[in-house]
Nanobody, 123 residues
Framework: QVQLEESGGGLVQAGGSLRLSCAAS????????MGWFRQAPGKEREFVAVHSRSSNNTYYADSVKGRFTISRDNAKNTMYLQMNSLKPEDTAIYYC????????????????WGQGAQVTVSS
């Protein structure tokens, strides 16, 4: 049974930092492209960042480029999202997702999802 579990969310002031973790079980992380998505109240789920499965290729949404960093530790079967210079508009539930193919920015293309972690940025 595949499980993805996010942790590290919370409340932070604007300009602050948080690091999200996504621990995977039931799959081998190195076999999957891993992505982060987020969903704010009343909005659709949107792409944040993705890390390729077999190289260090990464891709970011324009809204987070230069502030967020996606990384993975295949030995720990864990993915991370370092979020710096947080803004109130970053407030959302953040989801990690796994895709057994090449990277994608489309949520529908992902095979497995975590339950989400709330990130709230106060102004």
């Amino acid at each position: 049974q595949v499980q993805l579990e996010e942790s590290g969310g919370g409340l932070v002031q604007a300009g602050g930092s948080l690091r999200l973790s996504c621990a995977a079980s039931g799959l081998t992380l190195s076999d999957y492209a891993m992505g982060w998505f987020r969903q704010a109240p009343g909005k659709e789920r949107e792409f944040v960042a993705v890390h390729s499965r077999s190289s260090n290729n990464t891709y970011y949404a324009d809204s987070v480029k230069g502030r967020f960093t996606i990384s993975r530790d295949n030995a720990k079967n864990t993915m991370y999202l370092q979020m710096n210079s947080l803004k109130p508009e970053d407030t959302a539930i953040y989801y990690c997702a796994a895709r057994a193919r090449s990277i994608s920015v489309t949520a529908l293309n992902y095979d497995y999802w975590g339950q989400g972690a709330q990130v709230t940025v106060s102004s």
